[in-house]
């Protein structure tokens, strides 16, 4: 017997449900995983077409080899709130002002409602007033093709599977016949001149779509990927494609992506596809988010987030020019737009939706020369720029005669010597029709040839007065620029799904280390030895005394704090045996059982379709797996506000202070042990209730939530730990004294007690005099007070 028999079993329980959850992990996920039956995948390094020599497609003034299309998040409001007209609006202006070659849309309803302040629940459903008014503003607008919409995460709360009635976008939406062929995923070509260019859209909602707010991250699984490998890599004797777009709602921070049965993994396609669009995060809060835009050195890949059209009412036009990609970001005037609430019953009832046009100012794209910063290493000809013979620019805009515009042209602020002329063909007259407002002007890309950065800017006025800019910063040489988007560039490439697995892994092990390896080590024994339970306890004991004595350096206060933690965390399993073998309990539980049970989806017919089992790994629904990073998510911020910060405290309070000096009171209390500091114990108690009682509202209330739900039990075991367990608010403190001074002297380092502080005294007394030899005037009034604390010393000890 090493160890003793409580050890054991933890060590032993431990051991299996570690097993356990790595087991449950690779089945939660085995439909990431892919079959992997073929041998190592297919090399897929980049094109690498584009050479710097390569420029044999002069630019020039011709609208040739061009086209832009518009992406839009498509954000459809509740019946009970605010305007979907905006939208609408946006949609008319979009239609009759700039005449895409293709509109992509991630649609998104969004919800401001709250289940706690409306009706419960209402808000996570699919609500078919919305979705009749989106198909009706379409067929008014007459879109028939070159219009393609996705599905959003909004647009998966509370859908049962993609059959479901409540599943409305297989009925409502345009593209839905083609996801639903591609299972997930479609695409279309476009031909322009000498190009060929290929966009592939795909659904990474989750199959079974729970109700908020487990529904933030999306997921491919592997028969998904081998669809999107299909499109995106294709044969190996396929004809490339000048460029391959990707469309998704998710950005990939979000998504788990799986591997192929090929093993292709999502860095294989990105170094086919030059640009990944996408929306939901919505810029994120507060500004972090702005520049939501990356670029992937390893694939040469862009990914650009656009925001939506709730707040900031965002559309995006992107050019691809002799292979050059450009876009800008616009906002619609949102002060034009009233939020009024619509008539929907009325709307759906014949009348017609669509709003008159919007004023709006003329949106200028750039297209040559291409802005430094989004220029895509080896997949766009940037030599191009160089032997170019004309800016090109398109401007969009109200006016009928492009030639009442007034266009003003500047290079690093000097004025640009040769005129703007109107290049444009088509009229705008529909969807992909061909319709081109490009605008040229001769220039000398050699006069701006020298490696350095310039910034060229284009403004137009419209004949009533208003404005629109677009500004490009360029290198002739086609050199990238960093993009310095800031924390929104971070967390495009942050891989917010596995990182948010891996802390989690990190502080569960964590945790279980700081209850297990103390209690071993302290438990230890060797074959043959008796066993003395404090072996380990004392010597650490005992530094913890000596380096109380040492003067106050901050060496010593770290070594002294260590030694203390130290002592503590052995102290756990031995001063709160109970405490020590919940938590365990609790911690072995979380990885290897499931937390709660939930109403997920509460639309569906069946119960066994609408209750599901949250693990750490994901949600068990009906027998399926649903492995959204959403568990990870959550599970991080109650293994850190939920356990992690209680096993703090319950090691803070397994040492008695009176330990640890050698006088063997505990008259000096730590900072835990003082009121505020409980007080600050109960209220995050109470936060986490709350936090649990929330989750109640969410997934079915009282009994299957509240009830069938470990952290619930955890909670109140916590909380009785925290007010009856030792050095509990409701445990009256005495003063302790512990046994240790046995004729005057501590039993843990053997120094008399009170000598030593006799001696402490009596050596800052000569020091304070020794210190400053020069000045014993000066001085006298604290050596009195010294004096005094010395005899006050010598009045204790007389006293004993
Ligand atoms: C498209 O690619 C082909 C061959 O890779 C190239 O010759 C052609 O110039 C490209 N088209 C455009 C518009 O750049």
């Not at 061009?66 to 709130?81: A, D, E, G, K, M």
């Not at 008319?92 to 649609?107: E, N």
């Not at 310039?454 to 677009?470: E, N």
């Not at 404090?534 to 004991?541: F, G, V």
Request: aromatic letters at 12%; a negative charge; charged letters at 20%.
């Amino acid at each position: 017997m090493l160890f003793s028999l409580s050890s054991w079993i933890a060590l032993i329980a431990t051991l299996l449900c570690t097993l356990r959850a790595v087991y449950l992990d690779k089945w939660a996920t085995a439909d990431l995983q892919g079959s992997s039956v073929h041998e190592s995948p297919r090399n897929v390094e980049g094109p690498n077409r584009w050479t710097m020599s390569d420029g044999n497609v002069a630019i020039g003034t011709e609208p040739d080899n061009i086209f832009y299309f518009v992406q839009v998040p498509f954000l459809i409001l509740t019946p009970h709130s605010t305007a979907w007209s905006s939208i609408s609006k946006a949609n008319t202006m979009i239609l009759t002002v700039i005449r895409p070659a293709y509109i992509s849309i991630p649609i998104e309803r969004i919800h401001y409602s709250f289940p706690a302040f409306s009706q419960v629940g209402s808000s996570n459903h699919q609500h078919l007033a919305e979705w009749k008014v989106y198909e009706k503003a379409l067929s008014e607008s007459g879109v028939v093709d070159g219009w393609y919409d996705l599905r959003g995460n909004h647009d998966c709360f509370d859908v049962p599977g993609w059959y479901d009635t409540a599943n409305m976008y297989k009925d409502y939406a345009v593209s839905s016949r083609r996801l639903e062929e591609g299972q997930g995923v479609y695409e279309w070509e476009i031909s322009k001149g000498t190009g060929k260019y290929k966009f592939v859209a795909f659904d990474a909602c989750p199959k079974r779509g729970p109700s908020r707010p487990f529904n933030f991250f999306g997921y491919m699984p592997s028969s998904g990927m081998n669809r999107l490998a299909d499109s995106i890599i294709g044969p190996e004797d396929r004809e490339p494609y000048n460029h391959t777009m990707v469309f998704a709602h998710y950005p990939t921070t979000t998504v788990a992506f799986g591997t192929s049965d090929d093993g292709y993994t999502y860095t294989d396609l990105a170094n086919q596809f030059s640009v990944y669009f996408c929306g939901h995060l919505h810029k994120l809060l507060g500004g972090l988010g702005d520049a939501l835009k990356g670029y992937d050195p390893k694939t040469h890949s862009l990914e650009l987030e656009l925001g939506d059209m709730k707040d900031h009412a965002s559309y995006r036009i992107v050019a691809v020019d002799h292979d050059l990609i450009s876009f800008v970001d616009v906002n619609l005037p949102l002060p034009q737009i009233p939020f009024t609430a619509p008539n929907i019953p009325k709307a759906i009832d014949g009348e017609s939706i669509l709003p008159e046009s919007i004023d709006m100012p003329p949106v200028v794209l750039i297209t040559n020369p291409k802005e430094a910063k989004w220029i895509l290493q080896y997949k766009e000809p940037v030599a191009r720029i160089a032997q170019s013979k004309a800016l090109r620019f398109l401007i969009f805009t109200q006016e009928q005669d492009p030639n009442s515009l007034r266009v003003e042209i500047t290079i690093d602020g000097i004025e640009h010597p040769y005129p703007a002329q109107y290049k444009g063909v088509g009229v705008p007259n529909g969807i992909g029709q061909g319709y081109t407002p490009l605008w040229t002007s001769e220039w000398d890309p050699q006069s701006f040839n020298d490696m350095e950065e310039h910034t060229l800017r284009i403004t137009v006025t419209d004949s009533a007065g208003r404005q629109g800019v677009d500004e490009s910063v360029f290198k002739v040489n086609g050199a990238r620029i960093d993009i310095n988007g800031g924390p929104g560039e971070w967390i495009i490439w942050s891989k917010l799904s596995l990182s948010l697995k891996r802390c989690c892994i990190l502080v569960i092990g964590s945790i279980l280390a700081l209850l297990l390896i103390p209690k071993l080590y302290s438990d230890y024994t060797p074959i043959g030895s008796p066993r003395y339970t404090s072996a380990a306890r004392d010597p650490i004991l005992k530094r913890i005394h000596t380096l109380s004595k040492e003067p106050h350096t901050l060496a010593n206060r770290t070594r002294y704090h260590v030694w203390l933690w130290t002592l503590r965390c052995i102290d756990l399993p031995r001063n709160m045996p109970v405490v020590w073998a919940g938590t365990l309990i609790y911690t072995l539980m979380l990885i290897s059982l499931p937390w709660f049970k939930g109403e997920f989806i509460p639309v569906a017919q069946k119960s066994e379709d609408r209750y599901g089992l949250f693990y750490l790994s994901g949600l068990r629904i009906s027998d399926e797996w649903v492995p959204l990073a959403d568990t990870w998510m959550f599970a991080l911020f109650e293994i850190i506000f939920g356990l992690a910060a209680f096993v703090v405290i319950w090691i803070w309070r397994a040492t008695d202070s009176a330990d640890l000096h050698c006088s063997g009171t505990s008259r000096i209390r730590t900072l835990n042990e003082r009121a505020w500091f409980k007080a600050l114990v109960v209220i995050m108690w109470l936060w986490r209730a709350s936090e649990v009682l929330a989750l109640g509202s969410f997934y079915g209330g009282v009994w299957p939530t509240l009830v069938q739900n470990s952290i619930i039990w955890w909670l109140l075991f916590a909380g009785v730990a925290i007010a009856t367990g030792k050095d509990g608010i409701f445990v009256r403190r005495s003063v302790k004294e512990r046994n240790s001074s046995i004729w005057g002297r501590c039993i843990i380092c053997h120094k008399s007690t009170t000598d030593q502080e006799e001696d402490d005294t009596r050596r800052s007394l000569l020091d304070n005099i020794d210190d400053d030899p020069g000045s014993h005037s000066s001085s006298s009034s604290s050596t009195t007070e010294s004096l005094q604390g010395f005899n006050v010393i010598k009045v204790r000890k007389s006293r004993k």
